[in-house]
Structures are given as C-alpha cells and as structure tokens.
C-alpha cells in the first residue's frame, strides 16, 4: 500500500505541539528552531501563524510560546467518554441542555474575542455562530467581561488602539468615559451583558472562565433571543454561575486565582 507523504508544514505543526508535550514548558522560537532542525525564519512564521489562530499563546515577558486550551478541546470530546471526566465541553454541553440556549467559550484574541467552541442553541437566531467566529472584543460579552479584568490603564491604550484602527462597529467610536464605566459595572456585577450589539435582537450573558495564568483569558457566554433572555435572565445567570463555580473554586485554591464570583443579588 502507498503510503502518503506528510504535507511538510501540517508535519511541522504537530511536530511543534509534540515538542510542547515532551517538555511541559515555554519554548522561544530558538528553542524550537534548535530542537527541530528548522530555520529560525520559517519556524518563527509557522508559530505566529498557530498563534493567530489560537493555539498558541505568546509571553511577552520571556518571548516564548505556550500551547492554548484550544489544543485540550479538540480532543476533549474523547475525554468525555472515560469514566469520571469532566472537560469544558461537557460543562458547556451540560449547560446548553439546561438552558436550551448557545453556549460559546469566548478567548482573548489580540483585540478580538475568538469562539474556541460552540454549542448551538435552540433557537435559529444563533445557527451561524461556528467555532473560530472572531467578535470585536469591546463589543462582544465575552470580549467585555475579559477586557474588565484589565486595568483601567490598559483598557484605555486598547480603546485608543481600537479607535484609531478603525475596528469599533456601527461607525462611532468608542467613548473612553462611558466604555470605562461599564467595565467598572461588569467587574461589581460578576457578569457581562450585551443586547443586539453582534445580532439585532440577541442578548448574550458571559462570565470569566478562571484558568492557568500562562493561558489566555477565557469566558463563558450564553446567548438567546432578547425577550426570551430578559424573562429568564436570572435563571440563566443562575445555570451559567453554577456551571463555572467548580472552576472558580479549583483555581482559586490551587492557583490562588482570585476571580470575582457574580453578584448573587441580581439573581434574586
């Protein structure tokens, strides 16, 4: 039987993620180009490329790379099936089941929001939402409620940014004052609410999604039709509270995470 050549840069990519999995730390463009036998030049373009699409996350402060959660959920599907196991997606999918509603986990993506997993709702408003949508992270649920754990310092630098690249929606640019406030109101409430911003006549409700620090931040949005979501928004904060509050409690204890819990008086 003939068998088939490896495509040389899907090679190299699995090779690179085999490399993170042998060594269980960051590794610099140099350490990989080095290891590997790639030249520097093309190994540096195949990881900006893995980063851009969010499986690699890059450190600033060390110049180095780490693999995302996104890589976990591709194969989590599989770790679902062993007893006892219980991944992200199974949460998410246990969470569309209670609520009948899309669940999406919303990444931090450079100055946008990316849906590393969906699981469509209901209701046909949400069909079109498909794992890797980008969203404009000020304008987006998810994008709110990580943009909140920002400083106000940061937050002002990326409205600046934003702004000036011309990336807001709907024509007017963000107000610093205004968006700034609503931060100040997402990180007293625990949660992020968006009414109509992506689709005209859909509400989103997002939470921080609490994980290690060398990963990008990540959030937990539930999103259904407006009326639908207004009549039962303390019920959907309730399940989408409860869904990540295992989270919330491992990280906190283990990684001494601080995360703010929703505020409960709004489920009242």
Not at 16 to 45: D, K
């Amino acid at each position: 039987m003939d068998r088939a050549e490896p495509i040389k840069s899907a090679a190299r990519a699995l090779e690179v993620f085999e490399l993170f999995s042998e060594r269980r730390q960051h590794l610099t463009v140099g350490e990989i180009a080095n290891t590997l036998g790639y030249p520097q030049s093309s190994t540096s373009v195949l990881l900006r490329s893995l980063k851009g699409l969010g499986y690699l996350h890059y450190i600033e402060e060390s110049r180095s790379y780490s693999p995302t959660y996104r890589i976990i959920l591709l194969g989590s599907w599989l770790q679902d099936a062993l007893p006892g196991s219980r991944s992200i997606l199974k949460m998410m999918e246990d969470l569309r089941e209670a609520s009948g509603c899309t669940v999406v986990l919303g990444v931090k993506s450079d100055a946008n929001v990316r849906y590393a997993s969906v699981f469509l709702g209901n209701f046909k408003s949400a069909q079109n939402i498909r794992i890797g949508t980008l969203r404009p992270i000020c304008l987006a649920a998810c994008g709110k409620v990580l943009v909140a754990r920002m400083s106000d310092p940061e937050i002002s630098r990326l409205i600046r940014r934003v702004n000036s690249e011309g990336t807001f929606v709907g024509g007017t640019p963000i107000d610093p004052q205004t968006f700034l406030a609503e931060m100040q109101a997402v990180r007293s409430l625990g949660y992020a609410e968006t009414v109509g911003a992506v689709t005209p006549g859909r509400t989103v409700l997002a939470m921080r999604l609490p994980g290690p620090p060398d990963q990008p931040p990540m959030a937990i949005g539930i999103g259904a039709p407006s009326d639908y979501a207004g009549e039962n928004k303390a019920d959907l904060l309730g399940l989408l509270s409860a869904a990540i509050a295992p989270y919330i409690s491992a990280f906190e204890t283990k990684l001494n995470c601080a995360v703010k819990p929703v505020n409960r008086s709004v489920l009242a």
